[in-house]
């Protein structure tokens, strides 16, 4: 299996542009979580899907930020319009069972700089 | 203003020597730990795993020991290599419905060779 694959790696923006952040997780997982890492705030939880259903988007910054994941192989993060703050490493992980907090699975990464 | 970063504990340790990297968990409910490795530009890989129902689990050069009385988790890893230093997470499942790990802040483990 490939792993949890995220594009693009890397992304440099310019501020007020939309951003979109896209994951595949592994096949046949029924959770993924999109995370923020940063030296300030350490890894942080965005958002969670389960059966590609959003279960908890509380730790999604604010209106800006917005998650989907439209079939079970394929999510996207979109940030619009995005800021400086917002520059980050953003993972996706995927875990193979409904639960959520079984081993999960991280991709490489994306990290975003918005100028 | 200056910004303050994340101050992650850090752990020197000889090449060759043992490493252990401790953990303190929040919930006494949790019933599933992880121990993640997070290497410089890479995500966080899943390093050994296990249920309250143990208290020791072995992998390969990593042994996890779980003390649910005081809420302690640690990791001892034999025979540290250069290739073990990485950030190192804990992490733990709350145990009630869907809810995700919640981790740890991180510890640095530096080899020196």
């Known amino acids: 299996d490939a792993g949890v694959i995220q594009s693009p790696r890397h992304e440099v923006t310019e501020m007020g542009q939309e951003v979109t952040l896209r994951c595949k997780p592994i096949?046949?997982?029924?959770?993924l979580f999109w995370y923020r890492q940063t030296m300030m705030r350490g890894l942080e939880l965005l958002i969670y899907?389960?059966?590609?259903?959003?279960?908890?988007d509380s730790g999604m910054p604010e209106d800006r930020f917005s998650a989907k994941m439209p079939n079970a192989s394929f999510s996207t993060l979109k940030i619009q319009p995005s800021e400086p703050r917002d520059s980050a490493v953003y993972f996706c992980?995927?875990?193979?069972?409904?639960?959520?907090?079984?081993?999960?699975?991280f991709g490489p990464g994306t990290r975003l700089l918005v100028l | 203003g200056e910004s303050v970063g994340l101050h992650l504990p850090t752990l020197s340790v000889q090449e060759g020597d043992n490493s252990i990297i401790n953990c303190a968990y929040s919930?006494?409910?949790?019933?599933?730990f992880i121990w993640y490795k997070q290497e410089s530009g890479k995500g966080p890989q899943f390093i050994i795993d296990?249920?309250?129902n143990m208290d020791k689990r072995q992998g390969q050069r990593v042994t996890v020991l779980l003390n649910k009385t005081v809420k302690h988790l640690s990791l001892q890893i034999a025979a540290t290599q250069p290739g073990d230093s990485a950030v190192y997470f804990c992490?733990?499942?709350w145990g009630s419905g869907n809810t995700p790990l919640v981790f740890g802040k991180g510890t640095r483990l530096s080899v020196i060779a």
């Open positions: 992980a995927s875990a193979p069972r409904d639960r959520g907090s079984e081993t999960q699975y």
């Open positions: 096949s046949g997982h029924n959770s």
């Open positions: 899907f389960n059966n590609n259903v959003p279960i908890d």
């Open positions: 919930n006494s409910a949790s019933d599933y």
């Open positions: 296990i249920r309250s």
């Open positions: 992490a733990e499942n």
